[in-house]
């Protein structure tokens, strides 16, 4: 028999039941209003596999969260591939090894971060020149910031926005990004004349996409907000 799943229902303008799992473990049910409690109930008890697997996976993420560290012994990602980590004065990657101060990660994080939106600064800000160049899609200015759930956005001003943490990522991934960004310029929405100008400049653009979901996993389990 299944675990019985207590749930937290909000009522809203929508035609479906949407299930969403909160950091916590907490069971967020949306529902349209004129579905019945019992339907909703039992909708989502024939969803507890999944959300008992959700919650496991996001247990295991909050303690790989929790336990995050970063020594001399590790490595550090940077644009998809590991360098070693040796301490030093200062966070410095140099292309070859990624120079840390020595101490807990918390003390040491927020300079690490530092050296990493100057990197991604630099690399990002190369694609969106080299990308304009090609599309004929200038943006307005580049600005590298810590959005957690975006790794990118694109302003009505048409001032792009990207997340330091893109820099995580291969360069394969991160062109799809800056592409995308840029693409808004032209279609702010994601409608097929969108996708169509980003299809012209990267037919494989959908397994660029998958790819990011691999980085996204990775960094979920790390300690970097």
């Known amino acids: 028999m299944s675990e019985k799943i207590h749930f937290h229902l909000i009522r809203c303008n929508r035609k479906s039941i949407a299930l969403h799992i909160k950091n916590a473990g907490e069971v967020v049910v949306r529902a349209p209003y004129f579905v019945p409690?019992?339907?909703i109930a039992a909708f989502v008890q024939s969803h507890a596999s999944w959300v008992c697997e959700k919650r496991t996976e996001l247990m295991r993420q909050w303690k790989n969260k929790r336990d995050f560290s970063i020594t001399e012994s590790d490595q550090l990602t940077v644009l998809g591939k590991q360098y070693p980590v040796v301490y030093g004065e200062r966070a410095c990657f140099n292309g070859t090894i990624f120079i840390i101060p020595e101490g807990s990660f918390e003390q040491i994080k927020s300079e690490i971060i530092e050296e990493y939106?100057?990197?991604?600064?630099?690399?990002?800000?190369?694609?969106?020149?080299?990308?304009?160049?090609?599309?004929?899609?200038?943006?307005?200015?580049?600005?590298?910031?810590?959005a957690k759930t975006r790794w990118g956005s694109c302003s009505g001003k048409n001032i792009l926005h990207f997340t330091w943490k893109l820099i995580f990522a291969d360069l394969y991934a991160v062109d799809y990004v800056v592409l995308h960004e840029?693409?808004?310029?032209?279609?702010?929405?994601?409608?097929?004349?969108?996708w169509s100008i980003v299809a012209d400049y990267m037919p494989d653009y959908k397994a660029r996409k998958q790819h990011l979901l691999q980085v996204q996993k990775k960094i979920a389990e790390e300690n970097w907000d």
């Open 117 to 146: 939106k100057r990197i991604a600064k630099k690399v990002i800000l190369e694609r969106t020149i080299h990308f304009s160049e090609i599309t004929g899609l200038k943006a307005e200015a580049v600005k590298i910031g810590n």
């Open 182 to 194: 840029l693409a808004h310029i032209k279609e702010h929405n994601h409608s097929k004349r969108f």
């Open 37 to 39: 409690k019992s339907q």
